[in-house]
């Protein structure tokens, strides 16, 4: 296939000219393009940070925190009623505090049946 008169180069050039036009980018054929870039690789790569990020956060994130805000809830609201009247302000204030995520993060089951 190589010719001995026909430098290496020379013989790609002439390979890759026949195949898709032009060596140079620029003037190639439509259909022997290159259309991975690093543009679209970073792109790729963001893509799949994010719908990672997005299962995370539904699948385990966001119901471990319901569950657990939840718990801290009724937690803190019991021992408001039922200790030491010197830490029932303080354990109102925690159970207030988690009566914040407990109200907007319903269970997984609640979204299951909506």
């Known amino acids: 296939m190589f010719s ?3 430098s290496y180069n020379e013989e790609r050039v002439n390979i890759s000219s026949h195949l898709g ?3 140079d980018p620029a003037s190639r054929y439509p259909f022997n393009t290159v259309l991975i870039t ?5 792109h790729v790569y963001h ?3 994010d719908n990672g990020l997005k299962y995370y956060e539904e699948q385990i994130a966001r119901p471990t925190i319901a569950t657990l805000s939840e718990k801290l809830y009724k937690q803190y ?5 039922d200790r030491d009247q010197n830490y029932a302000e303080i354990y109102q204030f925690l159970a207030a505090y988690w ?3 407990h109200i907007f993060l319903p269970s997984n089951q609640k979204l299951m049946d909506l």
Do not use: R
């Open 4 to 6: 001995q008169e026909i």
């Open 21 to 23: 036009g032009s060596h």
């Open 38 to 42: 690093n543009d679209l690789l970073l």
């Open 47 to 49: 893509k799949l940070f």
């Open 77 to 81: 609201l019991a021992f408001s009623n």
């Open 99 to 101: 009566a914040i995520p």
